[in-house]
């Protein structure tokens, strides 16, 4: 009886542990699963999360390089190039200065948002005057009403809020025999002159305004004038992203720095609190990153430098980037394309699925479509607002091949030819006042206010065309 006793204790005690393990082993299985798609967790009141590592950006001086040995050197990695606009006019141009002399011009302003899952954490869009932005925003102590500060970004262009800022801000050497977004439609009714409004852009800001770690449109290069103050830039590079960021929410990790919908334009997490039996969601914030959120950060190279006042950066196709102003300063870019950049540029629009529209460059070169067996008829300004039958890669080296303006372009570029020239020169006029004049026409044409202007309303829109249309017969 003891021993049948003994024997019965000992099978009870043996089911109690297996039943202890395989409760154990369910929660860990759980949770790995749920790790699976998640970082690891950080329980209140552990270490903080470890810092981001940064790499400084290359710098060189300005004059060290023409353009092909620019692009030899440094067509695959960031680079600041110092001093290198600090011949244009508009170098160190006070905010006074550039308040008189485009003050009455229709700007764009937004605020960022770290929670936002907008486009660079930008928020809450509102128009006002440039002199208005400026007194209220860049030259007080305080915003106006202790409004979180604006920023002056992407939306109206330079040519939108003050076109005379073209004889101040010419386009460098490296990227000024370029391929960038034109109107087809007035290309082929001026027999081949490239006009456009949507560029360059304008970036105005003051200390601590940001824009969150994003990608631009038509994934190509991106370089920026900086004429007064500084900027801090974090970037990754694409492929190094592609390795290591799931930029095509293949494993569905919530990235859409790349992989944009309606919803989000952010990399965003979310992961279960065993503690509160919720859910949580961050998004990635370059400026302020949690490393035990988003570890994959901590896999790439991520670059960091200043641009300071006179300076001039270039990053190559695709690279996601974040930017900072440390104090009030402001830059001018065109989001272009460049006989040196052609063959990378096809090879990630073709590996990113031609996200963001990055075949649209193909039709910018002119590509004569006829002449490769392509069909499209696209000449609205918005070519996006068409079906377009680019894609495949093959398809998109044919249009560069064939590109009569790409052709000229690379002869000059590698008979080095490559000069410092304003936008209307790249446009194919010889004097501002023609060129100008044209962009007034084209603006005095569309029928309704843009779509990528949406939030304008047409009392404004009309504003903004009379203002610039008056800035036609300025001079130095």
């Not at 369910?26 to 940064?54: C, D, H, I, Y």
């Not at 939108?160 to 460098?172: E, G, N």
């Not at 309606?262 to 302020?288: C, H, P, V």
Request: aromatic share 10%; glycine share 6%.
């Amino acid at each position: 009886m003891k021993y049948r006793e003994e024997v019965l204790a000992k099978r009870v005690a043996a089911v109690l542990v297996l039943s202890t393990v395989s409760i154990f082993c369910f929660k860990a299985v759980r949770s790995g699963l749920r790790a699976e798609n998640t970082p690891p967790q950080r329980v209140l009141g552990s270490k903080p999360s470890k810092p981001l590592r940064t790499v400084e950006i290359q710098r060189v001086k300005a004059g060290s390089f023409d353009a092909k040995e620019f692009f030899d050197e440094f067509g695959d990695v960031p680079v600041i190039v110092e001093g290198e606009v600090k011949h244009h006019p508009a170098y160190n141009m006070s905010l006074n200065t550039l308040k008189d002399l485009c003050g009455d011009g229709l700007v764009q302003t937004s605020r960022y948002d770290a929670t936002s899952a907008s486009w660079g954490g930008l928020v809450d869009s509102k128009y006002m005057h440039l002199r208005e932005f400026v007194d209220d925003y860049l030259l007080k102590d305080t915003n106006r009403d202790g409004e979180p500060p604006r920023y002056l970004t992407d939306g109206l262009s330079l040519l939108q809020v003050c076109p005379k800022l073209d004889l101040y801000t010419p386009v460098p050497k490296y990227v000024s025999l370029s391929v960038y977004p034109i109107d087809l439609d007035h290309n082929k009714q001026t027999n081949g002159k490239r006009n456009q409004i949507g560029q360059p852009d304008m970036f105005i800001g003051n200390k601590g305004t940001k824009t969150e770690m994003h990608l631009d449109d038509m994934l190509g290069p991106f370089w920026m004038s900086v004429y007064l103050g500084s900027k801090t830039f974090r970037v990754v590079t694409y492929w190094d992203a592609v390795r290591h960021f799931d930029m095509y929410n293949k494993k569905g990790r919530g990235n859409r720095l790349i992989d944009q919908n309606a919803l989000s334009q952010r990399w965003d997490r979310s992961r279960y609190d065993d503690s509160t039996g919720k859910f949580e969601k961050r998004r990635m914030e370059i400026w302020n990153p949690d490393l035990d959120w988003f570890p994959e950060l901590d896999n790439v190279t991520v670059w960091e430098g200043t641009v300071n006042a006179g300076d001039w950066i270039y990053l190559p196709s695709a690279s996601l980037h974040g930017v900072r102003n440390d104090d009030a300063s402001w830059g001018v870019t065109i989001n272009a394309l460049y006989p040196a950049t052609v063959d990378n540029q096809a090879t990630i629009c073709a590996n990113s699925g031609f996200k963001l529209s990055c075949e649209e460059y193909a039709y910018y070169s002119l590509c004569p479509l006829e002449n490769v067996g392509i069909t499209d008829d696209v000449g609205s300004l918005m070519i996006s607002d068409h079906e377009t039958s680019i894609d495949t890669e093959e398809k998109l080296r044919q249009c560069y091949a064939a590109s009569p303006l790409l052709k000229r372009l690379g002869r000059e570029f590698e008979e080095g030819r490559a000069k410092d020239m304003p936008l209307h020169e790249i446009a194919g006029y010889s004097d501002y006042s023609t060129w100008c004049t044209e962009l007034c026409n084209i603006h005095r044409n569309l029928k309704e206010v843009p779509k990528y202007l949406s939030d304008l309303d047409s009392e404004d829109f009309q504003y903004m065309v009379n203002d610039t249309c008056g800035q036609c017969n300025h001079r130095m």
